[in-house]
Each structure stands twice: as structure tokens, then as C-alpha cells.
């Protein structure tokens, strides 16, 4: 139960990873602030969710929408049907046009289903200690950088979290990817999405209006 509520909350810090405070600041200094952030967050909705959850959701959403690509995410998880190669493929305006309607179509799902999915599973954190390791003295920092994250919870060795961010074209140190456990949050959502393409014949259509974030059997078998 609770590495599958470290799932949730691995996935929002990552959400949350950068705010336009932090353009200037390193990647260790981008994750241990946000996660102070979400805690406080988290700690004030204990007292009004129950009468109030979507203010909660709206609070999650706030701290997602300053940061996220999450058009950029939404193409990663659709594989090729959201690549640039596959886009230079298509030969007719149509098909272009498709192309561009799917992307936008999946982004809002996705977008929605992670906000609402992960507000409510955040809420299953109680106060566990949660550190930041520190960069390497010799860390570089030209290309990608992993930063690792421990939480610790009913055992007595911590989980752990690897975020791994690299600079946007405007010197944002953005969050690339997350892995708790061993488990790639992003892989795992690809081939959610590869497995309903195959299950609905490549009907992206169908695959989108059918979509859900992280059903309950694909984080169970995860997590285990």
C-alpha cells in the first residue's frame, strides 16, 4: 500500500518540479523546494478536503500548470503516435490535421486524469521524513542530471526516488522522468498506451476517449 502511494506522490513532485522561482537555481535545489511545497500543501488540505476537495485538486493543478509540459509528456507516452517522425510520415493535410487534433485530445485526458488521480492519492501520506541527497561534487550539469530522493516509510530502509531534469531553452532545470524503485513512471505509461493500440485494433480514438491514468491492476502489478 505504501509504494503504491509513493507512486502517487513521486509523480506530482515530478509534476511540480519547477517553478519560475527556481530558472536560476540547481536541480537539487528544484526538487527539495518543491517537495517542501507539495508537504505544505498536503498538510493544509488535511483540514478542508473533506468539505472542500476540489479546492485540493485546484491546488495540485496550480502547482502542475507552472511547470509542465504537458503536451511534450502526453506525445512521450503515446510513442510513435506522438513523434515527429511519425507526423512527417503523414502525407495529407488530413492526416496532419489528426495528428494534431489526437495529440491535443490525449494531452487534456492525460493532463486531467494525473491531477485528479494523484490530488487524492497524495492525500495517503502521513508525515513520513523525506530527504534530498545531494549532487556529486563532480556532478554534470552540461546535459542531464539525476537527483535522488529518499522517503522513508514502514521499513527500515528508505524507497527511492531518481528524478532526472535537464535545462529547457530558457535555462529551466525541467524534470525529464521519474523512477521509484526501479519502476519508470513514463515507460510505464507508454506501454499502457501501446497495449490499448493493440487492444483497440490502432483505433487512437478509441484509445484516448477510453484512456485512464494509471488503472488500479497496472500500479498493483507495478508495485509489487
Not at 506530482?12 to 540547481?26: E, K, L, M, N
Not at 525529464?176 to 507508454?190: A, P
Not at 506501454?191 to 497496472?218: C, H, L, M, S
Request: glycine share 8%; no cysteine.
Amino acid at each position: 500500500m505504501f509504494k503504491q502511494m509513493l507512486l502517487a506522490l513521486g509523480l506530482v513532485i515530478f509534476a511540480g518540479a519547477v517553478s519560475a522561482a527556481d530558472a536560476q537555481r540547481g536541480p537539487h535545489e528544484v526538487v527539495a523546494g518543491t517537495t517542501q511545497e507539495l508537504m505544505k500543501v498536503i498538510e493544509e488540505a488535511r483540514e478542508y478536503v473533506a468539505e472542500d476537495p476540489q479546492r485540493f485538486n485546484d491546488e495540485v493543478r496550480r502547482i502542475m500548470d507552472e511547470v509542465v509540459d504537458f503536451q511534450s509528456f502526453a506525445r512521450g507516452v503515446m510513442g510513435k503516435y506522438g513523434s515527429r517522425a511519425y507526423y512527417q510520415s503523414l502525407r495529407t493535410k488530413e492526416e496532419r490535421e489528426q495528428f494534431r487534433d489526437n495529440v491535443i485530445r490525449f494531452t487534456k485526458n492525460f493532463k486531467d486524469g494525473l491531477i485528479n488521480t494523484y490530488a487524492k492519492g497524495l492525500l495517503g501520506f502521513n508525515g513520513n521524513k523525506i530527504e534530498v541527497l545531494p549532487l556529486p561534487a563532480d556532478a554534470d550539469l552540461s546535459g542531464s542530471v539525476g537527483v535522488r530522493q529518499h522517503i522513508y516509510g514502514e521499513r527500515a530502509e528508505p524507497y527511492e526516488v531518481v528524478y532526472t531534469l535537464r535545462r529547457g531553452r530558457d535555462g529551466n532545470w525541467m524534470l525529464r522522468n521519474v523512477i521509484i524503485e526501479g519502476l519508470n513512471l513514463g515507460l510505464i505509461y507508454q506501454n499502457q498506451f501501446t497495449t490499448a493500440v493493440a487492444t483497440y485494433d490502432g483505433d487512437i480514438d478509441k484509445v484516448i476517449d477510453n484512456w485512464t491514468v494509471a488503472p488500479r491492476e497496472v500500479m498493483e502489478q507495478a508495485a509489487k
